[in-house]
């Protein structure tokens, strides 16, 4: 019996320890001072030759440090494939979706299963860079880093309020693309939405010329959010940023191809190549 009560006891203090050793380390993921919401609006090709349009909420967390920009819905299917008894969840969900789309016939049936991105953006300001996580081909995924100094604005002086804050215009030519950023000085934080940031206060709405890519603040509050790694980062292969858009772009442009030659599924013709609607940057081609 004392043995048997010591043991006990024993098992007790250990379970203690791991309960204890897993909260401090719960602890020591850092905290957002700022939350963020956008929605990110694109305007992409689907199928051969039809283009349509979405948007795709999205979240900022800030601190004096560091911040990430992502989808929460796309970091919690990330969770589920993280782990046997998630990615057993994951598929249920799938078979649910799968069954009420043959139902029903309505696409927005899978939103719930399906990516709608893959991109995680971490800004580092004590290093001054930017390290992006996204989906490089049909199974290939990688991740790159850039300096801070690559993007330069040009203030001017025209205003509008966003989400009632008094911003003041900006623009700058970015990897292909210009862009028109609104930032609001009364929130003094060099950051915002995607890899936008520099200017003297946190950037509300951001909007590309050919007005196909655009981020809108739609919310923002005061958060003590852990601002989590990226799941499984053993999943990306580093990359520098050039090639990565073009084994995209590659994926993109001969998807049906290479889905017949993978796994012998006939999905019909490759889409032709897209010289009008791009990816966020477009200094790759």
């Known amino acids: 019996m004392v043995m048997t009560t010591n043991r006990l006891i024993t098992i007790?203090?250990?379970?203690c320890i791991a309960l204890y050793a897993s909260a401090k380390k719960k602890q020591q993921y850092p905290r957002a001072e700022i939350k963020v919401s956008y929605k990110y609006?694109?305007?992409?090709?689907?199928g051969n030759k039809e283009f349509f349009e979405h948007d795709i909420p999205m979240s900022l967390l800030i601190n004096s440090q560091q911040s990430k920009f992502y989808s929460?819905?796309?970091?919690?299917?990330?969770?589920?494939e993280s782990t046997p008894s998630g990615r057993a969840k994951s598929k249920q969900m799938m078979d649910i979706a799968v069954q009420k789309y043959i139902d029903s016939k309505d696409v927005s049936a899978m939103n719930s299963v399906t990516y709608r991105t893959f991109m995680y953006i971490f800004k580092d300001y004590a290093n001054e860079c930017i390290t992006v996580y996204d989906k490089a081909g049909m199974m290939e995924s990688g991740v790159y880093s850039e300096p801070f100094s690559e993007l330069t604005w040009e203030v001017g002086d025209s205003i509008k309020t966003v989400l009632g804050y008094e911003c003041i215009k900006a623009t700058a030519d970015y990897h292909g693309r210009k862009w028109t950023a609104w930032f609001a000085p009364e929130i003094p934080v060099q950051d915002g939405p995607w890899k936008l940031r520099g200017l003297p206060g946190l950037i509300l709405e951001g909007t590309e010329a050919k007005g196909h890519h655009s981020f809108v603040a739609d919310g923002i509050e005061e958060s003590n959010m852990p601002i989590y790694p990226i799941y499984d980062n053993s999943n990306y292969d580093k990359m520098n940023r050039i090639d990565m858009l073009k084994s995209l772009r590659n994926y993109r442009d001969n998807s049906n191809s290479m889905t017949k030659a993978s796994i012998g599924l006939d999905l019909g013709e490759d889409a032709p190549p897209q010289t009008e609607y791009d990816f966020l940057e477009t200094d790759y081609r």
């Open 41 to 46: 609006h694109e305007k992409l090709l689907r």
């Open 72 to 80: 929460p819905h796309t970091e919690y299917l990330d969770s589920l």
């Open 12 to 15: 007790l203090v250990l379970l």
